[in-house]
């Protein structure tokens, strides 16, 4: 069993930075870690993966070459770091872990879920 926390997110003015944090209770060491971002009225929309090596990434267009996904396997961690914010990016962010091992972009990959932490960018 995974039990993923994410720290607090914030307000941030656009064009500042953030760093999301989560927490993982249980061996997610052979686990992709990503994170989603679901904002009011919309989808939840997929923002970045990382494999269980960390070895390899993947970034949804809007956010890439802004928003870094890191981890640390053995504080049990994953990292969102996020740069040059834009109002757009303004959403509940989740963190997930999925058994597959590999980057992926459905949230169907993943099988354990955070309570999301609420991200606000003002213009």
């Known amino acids: 069993q995974v039990q993923l926390v994410e720290s607090r997110g914030g307000l941030v003015q656009a064009g500042g930075s953030l760093r999301l944090s989560c927490a993982a209770s249980g061996r997610i060491f052979s686990y992709a870690m990503g994170w989603f971002r679901q904002a009011p009225g919309k989808e939840r929309e997929f923002v970045a993966s990382?494999?269980?090596?960390?070895?390899?990434?993947y970034y949804a267009d809007s956010v890439k070459g802004r928003f870094t996904i890191s981890r640390d396997n053995a504080r049990r961690m994953v990292y969102l770091q996020m740069n040059s914010l834009k109002p757009e990016d303004a959403a509940v962010y989740y963190c997930?872990?999925?058994?597959?091992?590999?980057?992926?972009?459905?949230?169907?990959?993943?099988?354990?879920w955070g309570q999301g932490t609420q991200v606000t960018v003002s213009s």
């Open positions: 990382i494999s269980w090596s960390g070895g390899s990434t």
């Open positions: 997930a872990a999925g058994r597959g091992g590999v980057v992926a972009q459905s949230q169907y990959e993943y099988d354990y």
